[in-house]
């Protein structure tokens, strides 16, 4: 019983020391594209002084290609589910802050809070070569939200929620299938002279190829 017990104790020293044996993502592997100049990572969380006059965007519109915002990722293959909670101290117009998918410079997901006149929006930018946005304005600020993203074949679902229960549909955006891809959190600050912004719960969910699966379950033994 003594052995079983320090067996036990042994195994929750380590899941700990692991950074948990299922919950998120162990923040210090990951990289910087953009490193800002000040950060750091504390119980979990990941705290950074937006660069200011910086942002991701190409072309379209406003007629400018900018790509220097901080971003903090890992890489990944294949389909999966990835989730973060994100709060900011917003300050002025395009403060921005959320999760970003990327393939490269021309082609990428970004999508989270976007602070614009005065106003809290949902806001999601898919780009490929050029750029595009959609958002969706809230009656009021928010200390925090919760984004999630489900990659699936050739398609992102991107979602939010205010309490990481119940979550709403925000975009369906194509991304080429069956090619690696940086997820992470980013912020931006496009406008401003920076700002802080705050990441914590960020976890990706390996999901079955469903090409795979499918192929499996019609050719069953």
């Known amino acids: 019983m003594v052995i079983g017990n320090m067996k036990n ?13 299922a919950n998120a993502q162990t923040l210090e592997k990951m990289n910087w594209f953009n490193e800002p100049e000040t950060w750091k990572i504390k119980d979990g969380r990941l705290t950074m002084d937006v660069t200011p006059k910086s942002d991701y965007w190409r072309i379209s519109h406003y007629g400018f290609t900018v790509d220097d915002a901080p971003f903090y990722y890992a890489e990944y293959g294949g389909e999966f589910e990835a989730k973060v909670k994100i709060s900011g ?35 999601t930018v898919v780009s490929h070569k050029t750029s595009d946005w959609s958002v969706i304005a809230l009656d ?6 919760w984004i999630k993203a ?15 229960k119940e979550y709403h549909m925000m975009r369906n955006a194509w991304l080429e299938a069956n ?8 912020a931006a600050c496009p406008d401003g ?20 699966t499918d192929w499996l379950r019609d050719n069953a033994e």
Do not use: W
């Open 150 to 164: 489900v990659r699936r074949l050739d398609a992102v679902e991107i979602f939010y929620s205010f309490d990481d």
């Open 140 to 145: 009021r600020p928010v200390d925090y939200i």
């Open 193 to 212: 002279d920076g700002f802080k912004a705050t990441f914590s719960d960020f976890k990706v969910t390996h999901l079955p190829d469903k090409v795979r």
């Open 9 to 21: 104790i042994l195994l929750a020293a380590l899941c700990i020391s692991a950074g948990s044996c």
């Open 89 to 123: 101290e917003y300050k002025v117009r395009f403060d921005q802050a959320g999760m970003m998918i990327r393939l490269d410079h021309e082609n990428y997901i970004k999508t989270g809070i976007e602070y614009v006149d005065g106003k809290y929006n949902l806001s």
């Open 179 to 186: 090619h690696p891809v940086r997820i992470g959190m980013f």
